[in-house]
């Protein structure tokens, strides 16, 4: 247990909606990072968050948006979704922005789109 | 940023050491490398990482050769827990924390 969790575990929805996928870091942790995992694409980098302030992004599209909010969770919200939206969300938490600060991962929210 | 190259699979006996080479030829001097595992889309699990030294934990150890451009991650006693994906990362000094993976190795640990 890496001690970052994630929710909902599963969520099917279908083209067009809007979902919420929820994120606690570890205690003690101020960044919070949201990757994205597809059959085609492996494991991709989405965004950043430092204390409530975003701080790296990466391929995230723009119908997808995050926040941090003051107790440190996050929450990464897909709109307009597609098909190709499906995949595996996840979310990781490391104390700061030192460099060699190590990400733990939380088990996932899978995201079917119909 | 430095890329890595690993095997895309290997096997290895319960029991037996696992030796998972990556070769990262164009790594920075203050780039870091770090490894990763998943198991069957579990989130990523962090192993270890290390700069020029060898490390050692209670997970594996971390080889770096001393030109740093390959290093070889060791699992001493395989299990058949340990199957997963491995991925060797090469994270940059300014990365702002973002890991880029890669495909990893798919290592089997059979009976």
């Known amino acids: 247990d890496s001690g970052v969790t994630q929710t909902p575990k599963h969520l099917i929805t279908a083209t067009g909606q809007r979902v919420t996928l929820r994120c606690s870091p570890r205690?003690?942790?101020?960044?919070v990072y949201w990757y994205q995992q597809s059959l085609d694409q492996g494991l991709q980098f989405l965004i950043q968050?430092?204390?409530?302030?975003?701080?790296a992004k990466g391929n995230i599209l723009e119908r997808f948006s995050a926040q941090q909010f003051p107790d440190l969770h996050s929450e990464l919200n897909l709109s307009s979704l597609e098909l190709g939206d499906s995949a595996l969300y996840f979310c990781?938490?490391?104390?700061?922005?030192?460099?060699?600060?190590?990400?733990?991962f939380g088990p996932g929210t899978r995201l079917t789109v119909l | 940023d430095a890329k890595t190259t690993q095997p895309p699979s290997m096997d290895c006996a319960e029991g037996r050491a696992a030796n998972l080479p990556c070769n990262h030829s164009t790594i920075s001097g203050n780039e870091y490398v770090y490894w990763y595992r998943q198991i069957h889309s579990q989130g990523p699990q962090y192993i270890i990482h290390g700069l020029k030294n060898n490390e050692t934990n209670e997970m594996a150890s971390l080889i770096i050769t001393e030109d740093r451009k390959s290093s070889t991650l060791i699992l001493p006693h395989a299990t058949l827990r340990d199957t997963a994906v491995y991925y060797c990362i090469v994270r940059p000094y300014d990365s702002w924390g973002k890991l880029q993976f890669g495909a990893g190795t798919q290592v089997v640990v059979t009976p």
């Open positions: 968050y430092y204390n409530g302030e975003e701080r």
């Open positions: 990781a938490s490391s104390a700061g922005l030192a460099d060699t600060d190590t990400q733990y």
């Open positions: 205690s003690g942790d101020l960044s």
